[in-house]
């Protein structure tokens, strides 16, 4: 390995983010992301005193021995969330791909920035003070300190298990067989034994661990070896192939949608939408991800009793018709990016593209409403309530998601999924957009249903849903203007990202 290479690269990757056409504009946004992450640097630390105090109350296992038994669970619990904020190397390889460097270097670079990053020590803030408040005082300071540091070593583990996972689902939505398959053998002792025979058999890679037994750390670092070369190899196989376009081409039958034709403009609009759906790789991959989300937890509202208390059955029931629009709403115009130029020739062309969108994830919205539908004949919720959230939705929280339309200034790739350097999201003002969709609704119920009734608090939504529905050609305007103000400043960063 090239240590000094791969030094300079990520120091190249870093002064590249500083000189992007972008960070001006999320100078705010990081700013709120550095404050959310230090109320969730604050949460861990508290259900670390929970835990503790858990462990300290046991008498049948030591405190290493308790936080080993639930290990597995806190890394799914990492590996799903590192979906959110975690790149693989593969995406940031692209510009070096011609450089007369190893060709494992960069890849090789990237991956163990990945593993030293800061954001897998987050995980400290709820071992630390474990160790601190259970291991310290009973077993002795270094006791504590290789139950933190092996549990570090887990988390750096479970970033090239991810690592690898999330380049396999790039490739193919198959590969998610892979993490099921194994997850399903780790958590094989629940589903066979109980919860307590799963406990006990994880339990048991505590003391090796915390007590420093070399066996214990070799197996690890043999694991972590392997996952290692492996990632390295496929992540440059993947790369390879997408650079060098080795992808057979099939030929499709093209569907021409003549009944859009009678909406005019508006309607050519609408194809291109659906077209867009159809055909592009990354824009299919997400609405079916969102589809396959919208299915999955309508069926869990409707068939379980997960969600029963007042608070989450607000925040599912917004949670459910919000999705759809904040995972693909969200990069409204990204995808556009990549033919901006042909749009912005005629006048008010975005116009109408801006009401196509709207309208096709309006009608969207027909899918969760009709999952949500079981809901009704059980009586967990109104019929009231599902009209009322489906046009609530359609209104003020699409009004504010599209409002992106204005920021978005990063292309999105149709087709490439590894190289491309629209890959890598870096606009921070999406994140705040997406949780104000999320959370601001159910503050909204919350705070309506603690002044007057449950029928009043949806019908007051149906209203200002329907409010803003009637008012739509006029604030989808007013973000048309507001895009042609910026047009210049946005086609130059989307030519750039391209």
């Given at each position: 390995m090239n240590f000094k290479m791969m030094w300079l690269l990520n120091k190249h990757r870093k002064l590249s983010e500083k000189r992007s056409l972008a960070y001006d504009q999320n100078k705010v946004a990081q700013v709120v992301i550095y404050v959310m992450s230090g109320l969730a640097l604050l949460y861990l630390m508290f259900i670390s005193v929970g835990l503790s105090f858990a462990a300290n109350s046991m008498d049948t296992c030591l405190p290493c021995e308790f936080f080993y038994g639930i290990l597995p669970i806190l890394l799914v619990v990492d590996f799903f969330f590192r979906f959110i904020w975690q790149h693989t190397p593969v995406q940031l390889v692209k510009?070096?791909?011609?450089?007369?460097?190893?060709?494992?270097?960069?890849?090789?670079?990237?991956?163990?920035?990945?593993?030293?990053?800061?954001?897998?020590?987050?995980?400290?803030?709820?071992?630390?003070?474990?160790?601190?408040?259970?291991?310290?005082?009973?077993?002795?300071?270094?006791?504590?300190?290789?139950?933190?540091?092996?549990?570090?070593?887990?988390?750096?583990?479970?970033?090239?298990?991810?690592?690898?996972?999330?380049?396999?689902?790039?490739?193919?939505?198959?590969?998610?067989?892979?993490?099921?398959?194994?997850?399903?053998?780790?958590?094989?002792?629940?589903?066979?034994?109980?919860?307590?025979?799963?406990?006990?058999?994880?339990?048991?890679?505590?003391?090796?661990?915390?007590?420093?037994?070399?066996?214990?750390?070799?197996?690890?670092?043999?694991?972590?070896?392997?996952?290692?070369?492996?990632?390295?190899?496929?992540?440059?196989?993947?790369?390879?192939?997408?650079?060098?376009?080795?992808?057979?081409?099939?030929?499709?039958?093209?569907?021409?949608?003549?009944?859009?034709?009678?909406?005019?403009?508006?309607?050519?609009?609408?194809?291109?939408?659906?077209?867009?759906?159809?055909?592009?790789?990354?824009?299919?991959?997400?609405?079916?991800?969102?589809?396959?989300?919208?299915?999955?937890?309508?069926?869990?509202?409707?068939?379980?009793?997960?969600?029963?208390?007042?608070?989450?059955?607000?925040?599912?029931?917004?949670?459910?018709?919000?999705?759809?629009?904040?995972?693909t709403l969200i990069k409204i115009m990204s995808a556009e990016g990549n033919y901006i130029d042909g749009l912005m020739i005629h006048k008010e062309n975005i116009m109408k593209l801006l009401q196509a969108k709207y309208y096709f994830y309006s009608f969207l919205l027909i899918v969760p409403f009709f999952l949500m539908l079981p809901t009704v004949f059980m009586e967990k919720y109104t019929l009231l309530a599902l009209v009322a959230m489906a046009c609530f939705s359609a209104g003020p929280v699409y009004c504010l998601l599209m409002q992106m339309a204005v920021y978005n200034r990063q292309t999105l790739p149709l087709n490439t999924k590894f190289v491309s350097k629209g890959n890598v999201e870096t606009n921070y003002f999406q994140i705040i957009a997406e949780l104000i969709a999320m959370f601001a609704p159910v503050m909204f119920i919350s705070i309506l249903k603690s002044i007057c009734s449950e029928t009043v608090t949806f019908i007051i939504l149906l209203l200002v849903g329907v409010l803003f529905i009637a008012t739509h050609r006029l604030w989808i305007r007013n973000i048309y203007r507001r895009m042609m103000k910026r047009r210049y400043h946005n086609m130059e960063s989307f030519r750039a990202t391209r």
């Open positions: 510009p070096y791909m011609l450089l007369p460097i190893p060709r494992y270097t960069c890849v090789q670079g990237f991956m163990l920035a990945n593993m030293l990053s800061s954001s897998n020590a987050i995980w400290l803030a709820l071992t630390v003070p474990f160790a601190l408040m259970t291991t310290v005082f009973s077993e002795g300071i270094w006791v504590a300190v290789g139950l933190v540091f092996s549990l570090h070593l887990f988390i750096v583990l479970n970033s090239q298990w991810y690592m690898l996972a999330r380049t396999l689902i790039n490739i193919s939505v198959k590969w998610w067989l892979l993490p099921i398959a194994v997850y399903a053998l780790i958590f094989a002792h629940i589903i066979f034994g109980g919860f307590d025979e799963f406990f006990d058999f994880y339990s048991s890679l505590g003391c090796g661990f915390s007590f420093g037994h070399p066996l214990y750390y070799a197996a690890l670092l043999l694991v972590m070896a392997g996952l290692f070369e492996i990632n390295k190899r496929v992540q440059y196989r993947c790369t390879y192939q997408e650079t060098a376009n080795v992808e057979q081409v099939k030929m499709k039958t093209v569907s021409e949608f003549n009944t859009l034709d009678q909406f005019g403009e508006t309607g050519e609009y609408l194809k291109l939408e659906v077209k867009s759906v159809m055909r592009n790789k990354n824009v299919r991959k997400s609405f079916i991800f969102s589809m396959i989300f919208v299915c999955l937890l309508s069926s869990l509202i409707s068939f379980t009793d997960i969600y029963e208390d007042s608070f989450s059955k607000a925040f599912w029931v917004v949670y459910t018709f919000v999705l759809y629009g904040a995972m």
